[in-house]
């Protein structure tokens, strides 16, 4: 009965590296969410993705930052050419599929990559 | 937009007391959900209920209860006779109406750093 499994725990890039981060959602869960957590800062979303398809990356910076949720694999968020900045925790999310309208399941969080930027 | 605002940044109490975290929030849509999380040193996060708009009756569970109040936008937690073990960040979160599907993004609060002493 596994959760949301992000991997790595804990990542070191050097500036100008990449940076790919990875999200098995729990079983089941169609949805996917991206969060970014600055230090001393309180959770940012970045990207909703259901399977193939981006439904909302309105919290995305636009340049350096893609996403991607495969129809095999996990979700992967892709930093390119990191700077300083980037140095964050970056959770993922996943919830059910429900056909409800109002429902809106909670969601369930991984315990979130730590990325760190020399 | 939406924004969720936790106005206490720390609080400290000894251990026994008890101690209520606030959070209002702000919101244009007549359907939306609320949610704690509770981020352990650890840096998960561990989410301790979700509730509906339509849903004023306050919660109880176990030393937790919650509540809800549409007249003020406000939905309070309140942690009875703390322990050593409540010491956590607590963030507080508002998803609009969830679309066909069940999803949608979390905006949290900042964070609450409660600390529970002996």
């Known amino acids: 009965n596994a959760g949301v499994m992000q991997n790595p725990r804990h990542l070191v890039r050097r500036r100008g590296q990449e940076a790919r981060l990875r999200c098995s959602p729990m079983k089941g869960h169609s949805h996917v969410y991206w969060y970014r957590q600055l230090p001393e800062e309180g959770l940012k979303f970045m990207v909703y993705l259901q399977k193939e398809n981006i439904i909302d990356e309105s919290g995305m910076p636009k340049e350096r930052f893609s996403a991607e949720f495969p129809k095999e694999g996990p979700s992967i968020l892709r930093i390119q050419q990191v700077v300083r900045g980037d140095s964050a925790a970056y959770f993922c999310?996943?919830?059910?599929?429900?056909?409800?309208?109002?429902?809106?399941?909670?969601?369930?969080f991984g315990d979130g990559t730590r990325l760190s930027i020399l | 937009a939406q924004k969720v605002t936790q106005a206490q940044t720390e609080i400290s109490v000894v251990e026994k007391e008890d101690v209520t975290l606030d959070c209002v929030y702000e919101t244009r849509d007549t359907t939306y959900y609320l949610f704690w999380y509770k981020q352990p040193p650890s840096g998960e996060l561990v989410f301790l209920i979700r509730r509906n708009s339509f849903d004023e009756q306050n919660e109880i569970s176990g030393r937790y209860s919650w509540n809800f109040q549409k007249s003020t936008s406000s939905f309070n937690f309140t942690i009875t006779a703390s322990q050593v073990v409540d010491s956590a960040v607590y963030f507080c979160?508002?998803?609009?109406?969830?679309?066909?599907?069940?999803?949608?993004?979390?905006?949290f609060g900042t964070g609450t750093q409660l600390k529970v002493e002996l």
């Open positions: 999310a996943s919830s059910p599929l429900d056909g409800r309208v109002l429902s809106n399941q909670p969601q369930h």
């Open positions: 979160a508002l998803s609009e109406g969830g679309r066909t599907g069940g999803g949608n993004k979390l905006t």
